[in-house]
């Protein structure tokens, strides 16, 4: 079946330093690709999204890129702050357009 | 953008009461809905998803009598927890599909506590 494989956390960084989370997944057809953030005790929230190869999903400094031949969609910031820890997740629609399988999420700790 | 609400954002209750969580949408028209589970440090686990006007449909290993889910509008979804008990225990997140569109977009969750 469809799934999603990341990084374990968390990930640790000083503020300003280079950020990258990597994702990778098997799916059937061509599903498109989601990130999204958690911050503590909240909801998700849709960081980006790509919907099909070479696709580039950015927001808020981040990006990523849908990359079909490494079935990848890695996630990266050049300058990441400390407002920016929280859990990261890594997603594809499946099933559908509708349903979503996640991986299990990488947090982030980002020291002043 | 498209928000979801819920409610409510925190409960704590007896083993054995039943616990009724809403989800909104607030701008929007969801003619889907997904109730998902999260356990502490783990992914979100999908539940059910929820139609309007129609019969819930639960993921394999969820009890349908234990989670009851409504669907009574295109703003509203419900999930009740039957005769909850400890290991009920969880954050309780809910997500509403954009009619026409392809993402989903969340609540900001629920904390069950069961004493």
């Known amino acids: 079946g469809d799934s999603v494989t990341q990084m374990e956390g968390p990930v640790t960084l000083s503020e300003e330093a280079f950020l990258t989370i990597n994702c990778t997944y098997t799916?059937?057809?061509?599903?498109?690709l989601f990130w999204y953030v958690q911050y503590p005790g909240e909801g998700l929230q849709l960081l980006l999204k790509?919907?099909?190869?070479?696709d580039k999903g950015s927001n808020k400094g981040f990006e990523a890129t849908y990359r079909k031949e490494t079935t990848s969609f890695h996630l990266e910031k050049g300058s990441v702050q400390v407002s920016d820890s929280a859990v990261y997740f890594c997603?594809?629609?499946?099933?559908?357009?509708?349903?979503?399988?996640f991986g299990k999420g990488t947090m982030l700790l980002v020291s002043p | 953008g498209a928000v979801v609400s819920q409610h409510p954002s925190r409960v704590i209750c007896k083993s054995g009461t039943s616990v009724k969580i809403e989800c909104r949408s607030l701008?929007?028209?969801?003619?889907?809905m997904f109730w998902y589970r999260q356990f502490p440090k783990q992914s979100l686990m999908l539940m059910a998803t929820?139609?309007?006007?129609?019969?819930?449909?639960?993921e394999q290993g969820v009890e349908k009598d234990k989670f009851l889910i409504n669907h009574a509008s295109l703003t509203l979804s419900t999930l009740t927890v039957t005769s909850a008990h400890p290991e009920d225990s969880s954050f309780y997140i809910c997500?509403?599909?954009?009619?026409?569109?392809?993402?989903?977009?969340f609540g900001p969750g629920t904390r069950l506590l069961v004493l």
């Open positions: 997500s509403a599909h954009l009619l026409g569109g392809e993402t989903q977009y």
């Open positions: 799916a059937t057809g061509y599903p498109s």
């Open positions: 790509a919907t099909k190869a070479d």
């Open positions: 997603a594809l629609n499946t099933r559908g357009y509708s349903t979503l399988t």
């Open positions: 701008d929007f028209q969801a003619t889907t």
């Open positions: 929820s139609n309007e006007g129609s019969k819930a449909t639960y």
